[in-house]
Structures are given as structure tokens and as C-alpha cells.
């Protein structure tokens, strides 16, 4: 079954954000996909992917790994594909710098990044605006 048809039995598929990383750069220079979704009010799982730099990068296969390992946090309730990797006995991060505020690529209920908190309050703020005019009609 497609990730996207799974969300949509669950009744989550408006809850999904994606955004690339790294932020302010041009297009051309955006490697890694993130995909964010509110379980529920306050929950939220989170994917990550990232491309090789021999690789094409292309938006919508970043998209789908990205959401293929948000869902993979919401199955199992749990982090998993540590960004960290061991090398001859040496821990040393396998993603680049500016994603220094990550931990998993497969995260249940992370600590969400000031830009993710940024675009969850005006997503909230617009919400309520929405139920308001549909209150005064």
C-alpha cells in the first residue's frame, strides 16, 4: 500500500508538511527532504532523506523516503536510522552540518526545530482564522 493511501485511511493526509533543508540556498543546492506529521494535537513523527551527492536530486522521490520514514515512526511508536554511524570503532555524524538538530531519520514525537515550531503556529493561527469566518457565516 502507498504511503499517501495509508494517511488517508487514518485520516492524516492534510497534516503532512514537507520543507528542504538546506534553507536559504537556492533550489539547485537542496539535498535533503524532511517530512513532518501531526499525529494528533502535540505529536508529531518525522522523516528525513537525504541525497548523495553523486546522486540527482529529485523532489518527489525525497518526498516519498522522507514520508515512508515519518510513517515508519508512527508504526512503531518509536526513532529509528540514527543520523550517527560507528566507522572503525568512531561515532561521527553521516549527514551534513546544517542538520545538526536532528538525531533519527525515522523520529517519533521529536523536539521540534524553531523553523518547524515557525510553521506549526501559522498553521494553527490559520486554522483558527478558517473556523472563525465559518462561525460568522
Avoid: W
Amino acid at each position: 500500500m502507498r504511503n499517501e493511501q495509508k494517511l488517508k485511511e487514518i485520516g492524516l493526509e492534510d497534516k503532512v508538511i514537507y520543507y528542504r533543508l538546506p534553507l536559504g540556498v537556492p533550489k539547485a543546492e537542496h539535498r535533503t527532504t524532511v517530512c513532518l506529521v501531526e499525529v494528533s494535537r502535540g505529536v508529531f513523527v518525522r522523516g528525513i532523506s537525504h541525497c548523495s551527492n553523486q546522486d540527482q536530486f529529485t523532489k518527489r522521490v525525497g518526498r516519498a523516503i522522507a514520508l515512508g520514514r515519518a510513517i515508519q515512526a508512527m508504526e512503531k511508536k518509536e526513532n529509528s536510522n540514527s543520523i550517527y554511524a560507528l566507522r572503525a570503532g568512531v561515532e561521527y555524524r553521516s549527514l551534513p552540518f546544517y542538520l545538526e538538530e536532528f538525531y533519527y531519520k525515522s523520529a517519533y514525537n521529536p523536539l521540534l526545530t524553531s523553523y518547524e515550531n515557525e510553521i506549526m503556529q501559522a498553521r494553527y493561527r490559520a486554522m483558527e482564522n478558517y473556523r472563525k469566518e465559518g462561525s460568522q457565516a
